[in-house]
């Protein structure tokens, strides 16, 4: 498995998991991945085919925020996907500029609420919409 710049055309070859399947119900995927991805995350491939995503943004009122979106076979990977994590976000933040991320956690997916605490981010509010939001600070 190798970290590659995200390209939208690693859609092509996504399938996303069950999971992302539900998070990704009515966004229009092309318009983000041409006007918020490209250059602000990175593909993980294997054999050529996109296996998952990991990026950086800005939402609307200027909070930093992390995201992902992972195929159910990559999710088979939770010690490599983990360091792997670990080591962008870091690098993703820094190239951006941000000192902080934020990430936002349905309150229903306990697995991913005890993996973003598993990667150093701390509880900060439930949200309206039923979200748990989570932060990360990182030393400037």
């Known amino acids: 498995m190798e970290l590659a710049p995200f390209e ?10 069950e999971v992302d399947r ?7 995927v092309a318009k983000q991945a041409n006007e918020v991805w490209a250059g602000n995350a990175v ?3 294997q054999d050529g085919r996109a ?3 990991c990026g950086v943004g800005l939402e609307d009122d200027g909070t930093p925020v992390c995201w992902m979106l ?11 996907l983990t360091r792997v994590v670990k080591a962008t976000l870091p690098a ?21 609420h005890k993996w973003v605490k598993r990667l150093g981010f701390e509880f900060v509010r439930w949200e309206p919409s039923g979200h748990l939001r989570y932060r990360k600070t990182w030393p400037s």
């Open 92 to 112: 993703l933040a820094r190239e951006h500029g941000l000192e902080r991320l934020e990430v936002s956690v349905p309150q229903t997916f306990h697995p991913g």
């Open 22 to 28: 539900k998070a990704l119900a009515g966004v229009d």
């Open 8 to 17: 939208p055309a690693h859609l092509m070859t996504y399938e996303p998991g």
């Open 70 to 80: 992972l195929s159910d076979e990559l999710r088979r990977y939770p010690v490599w």
């Open 43 to 45: 593909t993980a491939l």
């Open 51 to 53: 296996l998952g995503f």
